[in-house]
């Protein structure tokens, strides 16, 4: 009986011990801190607390895919924030990699940083699965992790996104109702989806497509990767006009800039287009939108970076967080664009133009962003 009483106390004492181990950070009631900047996603988001650290900081960003303008100006968004006169002294050290599509490559990078002893990781993940391990590490050390954009099919860590889903929904309905200006309930539309295997480009899509198929109309559709990218989006757009003719409405994730100009090229009829805040697509909106082009640009902007580093830092100072914060969508349609306002004539084509976030007290400029090298800070 003494042994088994022994044995007992033994394997309670050792689950405790593993389960302190890997216990941050903590499940707790909210509200969190500055709700104003770190909205909670809904009414059922639960909230995290970390051990409160002392500062500064040691903050890695751990991006993945870079061939595209988006995440190249991420990650001057990144080092420009790191900058920041409200972020620069609460880091000690401030590194970015980028380490392809590869998931493999990127779990080791946070793995490895981890064991560098760094306090936050923010990531844009290869994948929305096969984290558990890294987390779990993450947890054992205290380290914070922060997907965003890209994010987890998890709610072990502590997140930030835009509604991707409601994104695609919202750019389906904008077109919806411009063809239904026109008489049209049904036609041929060309839909440039985003990079293969990312949540954004899944979640993006499922809105789009669910909200063709509630319209009830006759839609026939074809669908080309364009990879987010400009030039990507330029050729298959081109070749899909080639092979299909005109299309009635293009809905693009990303690579908006290209997809016009391949419309140009082509001597297509100008339709509703709707993508994402290129600066060059919304000059193209300016120019082209008597002509039919009437567009809405919905930005994922890269400046979500900076949230989630303030997150991440706010995480650290033992504050309590939500565990999915939600930052609301930024939307300008062809009839609301003003030149200096929400796009810039003077700024490259390929720049993002949605970086200011007032409610966090983030603003990040044009000039000091391009700034800045797209280059690994190692």
Same mark, same amino acid.
């Given at each position: ?11 309670? +004492? ?25 909205? /909670? ?14 500062? *500064? ?7 993945g895919f870079v061939g595209n303008g988006w995440r190249i100006q991420m990650i001057k968004t990144a080092k420009a924030f790191a900058e920041d ?24 990078? @946070? ?15 290869? +994948?929305?699965?096969?984290?558990? $391990? ?34 695609? !929904? ?22 440039? !989806? ?7 480009? $899944? ?17 026939? !559709? ?46 297509? /009829? ?27 640009? @919905?930005?994922? +902007? ?27 969508? *930024? ?16 700024? *490259? ?19 000091? @962003? ?9």
């Open positions: 009986m003494k042994l088994n009483t022994f044995i007992a106390a033994s394997v309670t +004492s050792l689950m405790l011990s593993t389960s302190a181990s890997v216990a941050a950070p903590a499940v707790v009631a909210g509200p969190g801190v500055d709700p104003g900047c770190f909205a /909670p996603w809904d009414a059922e988001t639960s909230f995290f607390q970390w051990p409160a650290k002392q500062g *500064p900081y040691k903050v890695a960003i751990v991006n006169p409200s972020m620069k002294d609460k880091l000690a050290e401030f590194k970015v990699v980028s380490t392809g599509t590869d998931a493999a490559t990127q779990l080791g990078a @946070i793995e490895d940083f981890i064991n560098q002893g760094f306090d936050a990781i923010v990531t844009i993940a290869v +994948s929305p699965e096969g984290f558990d $391990r890294v987390i779990k590490l993450a947890d054992r050390q205290d380290v914070v992790i922060v997907p965003f954009d890209n994010v987890l099919d998890t709610d072990a860590v502590m997140q930030i996104n835009e509604d991707q889903l409601a994104m695609g !929904r919202t750019w389906a309905q904008f077109v919806l109702d411009q063809l239904a200006e026109d008489g049209k309930t049904s036609g041929k539309v060309l839909e440039v !989806r985003g990079l293969a295997g990312n949540s954004v480009d $899944r979640d993006r899509s499922i809105g789009i497509n669910a909200v063709l198929d509630e319209s009830g109309g006759d839609w026939e !559709r074809v669908s080309v990767v364009g990879n987010w990218d400009d030039g990507t989006a330029q050729k298959v757009v081109a070749d899909a006009i080639a092979v299909h003719g005109s299309f009635d409405a293009i809905l693009a994730q990303g690579g908006t800039t290209g997809v016009v100009q391949a419309m140009l090229d082509a001597g297509h /009829p100008m339709v509703p287009v709707a993508g994402e805040s290129e600066n060059g697509f919304r000059k193209l909106m300016a120019e082209h939108s008597a002509e039919g082009l009437k567009g809405i640009s @919905i930005g994922q +902007s890269p400046g979500l970076v900076a949230i989630a580093m303030k997150a991440a830092v706010s995480a650290l100072e033992g504050n309590v967080m939500p565990q999915l914060i939600s930052v609301p969508l *930024p939307v300008a349609t062809y009839d609301e664009l003003e030149d200096g306002v929400n796009y810039w004539s003077d700024l *490259p084509d390929n720049f993002f133009t949605v970086n200011e976030f007032p409610a966090c007290g983030v603003n990040i400029t044009g000039p000091s @962003i391009m700034a800045q090298s797209e280059a690994d800070a190692t």
